[in-house]
């Protein structure tokens, strides 16, 4: 038999065996407070981050770079529908140009810059482009320029008299004032007052 003492030294050993490895093997608590495990949490974190940053400088460039090949391309190329649409006007002009050349009849050639005139009068409507009507108005500053003033007995008082070229408007905003004369009545004992502008 073994002896009592050789017993006890033995569950004195296990004890101590015991107590080394609860100390070895921290506790979910302690693994917290590691520094090791906090230091590579923090470089995996980082590593994420570092890749999420590189993806949106290469997207945020490719999206620079996009809009900028965009940009040019409506300059180069903003025009090319309405140039299109330009283009059978042109082969208008040039088959009433051949038939004037064949043809000796001035009414049959009116006739045909008529539809031609037409044809571009509705191109231009198609285009968001219509045009200023200013004869018998009220004189508008803001869509006529006032080329001559004339005194009427036939029109009113700052009424349009003549239209010496159209006015258009862009989509409601001003593309080219009617260059117009006005009737300005004058005061009492005045004679007629001509105002030629810069035209």
Do not use: W
Request: with cysteine; charged share 40%.
């Amino acid at each position: 038999m073994r002896k009592e003492a050789e017993i006890n030294d033995d569950v004195r050993d296990g004890d101590d065996a015991g107590q080394a490895a609860s100390v070895e093997q921290p506790s979910d608590d302690n693994r917290a407070d590691d520094p090791t495990l906090k230091l590579q949490e923090a470089e995996k974190k980082a590593a994420e981050n570092y890749d999420k940053y590189l993806r949106s400088v290469a997207e945020f460039d490719n999206y620079r770079k996009r809009s900028i090949r965009e940009k040019a391309d409506a300059i180069n190329y903003g025009n090319e529908k309405l140039l299109q649409d330009f283009l059978p006007l042109l082969d208008g002009i040039d088959r009433a140009l051949e038939q004037s050349d064949k043809v000796g009849d001035i009414e049959s050639f009116k006739k045909g810059l008529r539809m031609i005139r037409d044809q571009f009068l509705g191109l231009l409507e198609k285009n968001g482009v219509e045009s200023i009507e200013a004869l018998q108005k009220d004189f508008d500053p803001n869509l006529h320029e006032a080329m001559l003033q004339i005194d009427s007995p036939d029109h009113e008082h700052n009424k349009v008299v003549n239209e010496f070229e159209k006015g258009f408007l862009l989509k409601g905003r001003l593309l080219r004032p009617a260059r117009v004369s006005v009737c300005k009545r004058p005061s009492s004992g005045d004679g007629i007052k001509n105002d030629c502008g810069d035209a």
